[in-house]
């Protein structure tokens, strides 16, 4: 049997919930595709991140990895191209640090590179009829740091095993709070994180389609 | 037994759904506050859509009537607080018809003000974590069209029966072919309606709360 | 020798300028298709505005009349369509105060139509380069009571001049404030205002171009 | 005396003009903090954009390099955080390819960062009453190749040269057929080309201030 390693974060920013939570904590135990779904949450520390993470990984030596987080102000689910060595902090993270422009891993490369199919992803997800995309840019917040993390942690260890970060939007709830925000519901997020599952493990080769931008 | 019409449209501009008739059909013959829900499907024709409306008021004498339209790239539920008197077609209504700045009642005056609580109908559907404001414009689209028409009825009627129009937004198997454009469940959709329709019954004084435009 | 008067507001809502009077100020006494234009500044203060409007009105007795408002957010010029009977302010005006949902005019009619040529402007416009639309709404704050005003005054005094109102963007050193936000020159802005009184002395009747929204 | 090079792009996309080509010539010539400008257009063509650009640097030997590009849509100055290796073509170039996730240079890293003092340019651009942010992506079109491009040629050539890329919003008369898109002045392009020269080439170390994104 298979093990799928899902993460989500805690909510920040003054928010009650995270809906990226909210969403993975519903897939636990759950089989997909021949996989067990395992799911952890992480907080939104810059200082101890990452270490979690490193803990999870290495304690489920998972198959595949998919991180998710909250993306307030954008309408669909967005699967990322690349995590960057760069955090630079927006706000305060939950524990009151604001990192502006400091390398997460010294001397590591600028960049890598979703693990992920997520041409396919994000084909299967628009097929169910939920709106999807593929993102150039994770951020600079605690979110592109587990995808860099979580990415430099595979080439380290010398992993062939998939991972990669989906952003998804408010939860209705949130957006309520946030007047013109854009949300989606929990069970479409849910059924979108499926089938994101789904095509990672079943799709070998990613699909040639388009999905860059012109800027 | 109270009796309140709720309208819809058809699907336009090359969609294979609207929306509003996906929820407002789903409201045929429901019980909300001690009134029997009526739904009629409108089309998108500038020249019939207002017989339709017409003949459906003089057959069912509601007591209450919320019209809904499908705005599409809008995030929320808005609830129109007016509604002008002129046809200025965007695109093509779906007999191919385009009129620009005609009056819809020649010598009518220029605008009807809602007869719903739209503050109250915003404060209860944000209560239930659903997003929605008020709108301070329904466009000169055909959804314009029948919010004029139907308060300009009420008006030439003596009728002192509430009336307005809400405008919803796409639904995620229509965003999912518009990259970008957000979009609300059904789900919300049909509670949000439920819930301004208990509010139209039930709230006599609308609220006092802010829900303006510096422009 | 005709007169064209031409009001601009005050600064509000934390700005040091008002776009709006930087760019009116600069047409003071400048003569455009026959006519002298003169200006005047508006308080953004509900209590005040039209009495300092009306004031002029009497006094200068104008062939026509443009207002002009700042529209933050907004990347066009825009021409309003309408202005509405009712005060609804997001924010506090310069006094401090903050009505809701009360009406300008008692027993006013609800709304009034621009009575410039609103499509012959956005042509005129565009065709010199610059950016421009028609709007569908003024707002609710005092951009709106100016322009409802101003016709409610055309209206009861029988006169048949040409009057209404203009939303222009921010200020680039404004923008610079606000990220994201987007801006016009100054240059532009004026050019633009130029445009529309010239077209508004000259053009008898409005173009019939589609300038509407679905919604 | 030093020499700094600076590139822009002919049209694309539909367009008569590029707004960077249009700024980047103003400055030819130029003398800058005791720098020349020299400047060079690049075709909006992914199988020669490289071959033109590497033949200006071997040419010219610039001690620093700022390459421009339109952003239609966006409203601000945006100075671009990294460049990645991928080509993944939103629509066709000028010579009818449209490559998708194809990398720009094989085995090459994934992605570069900028070597301009980017937070230095905005504060400073930002200073001079004109609207400019960070931006975490450039795309993956013809911009980012040269971004990338450039920077994979400095890097190759065991070269300190700074460089990096700046993208410019449409100019007006180009929004002018775009309703509701963004627009800025050749004046404050050009105004905060020149600063960020000035900038790239008397700032030595950048500001430590925040330019992030939570996503």
Not at 47 to 56: D, F, H, K
Request: hydrophobic share 45%; proline share 6%; aromatic share 6%.
């Amino acid at each position: 049997m298979k093990t799928v390693l899902m993460t989500a974060f805690e909510p920040f920013g003054g928010e009650d919930v995270n809906p990226s939570w909210e969403a993975v904590r519903a897939l636990e135990g759950k089989q997909i595709a021949g996989a067990t779904i395992v799911t952890r949450q992480l907080p939104v520390v810059f200082s101890e991140v990452l270490n979690v993470l490193n803990q999870a990984l290495d304690e489920i030596k998972p198959d595949a990895i998919i991180s998710v987080g909250q993306a307030g102000g954008r309408s669909d689910i967005t699967v990322e191209r690349i995590g960057i060595n760069v955090d630079d902090a927006r706000i305060p993270d939950n524990a009151g640090k604001q990192p502006v422009d400091e390398a997460i891993v010294q001397d590591g490369p600028a960049a890598y590179f979703s693990r992920l199919p997520i041409k396919a992803i994000v084909a299967a997800v628009r097929e169910a009829g939920i709106p999807a995309s593929v993102s150039q840019t994770a951020g600079t917040f605690t979110c592109n740091r587990v995808m860099y993390g979580l990415l430099h942690w595979l080439q380290t260890q010398g992993s062939s095993a998939r991972g990669g970060f989906i952003h998804i939007p408010y939860l209705p709830e949130q957006a309520a709070q946030h007047p013109g925000a854009p949300s989606m519901s929990s069970a479409n997020v849910i059924q979108a994180l499926e089938i994101a599952v789904r095509v990672t493990l079943e799709i070998k080769e990613d699909l040639k389609v388009v999905g860059g931008a012109t800027h």
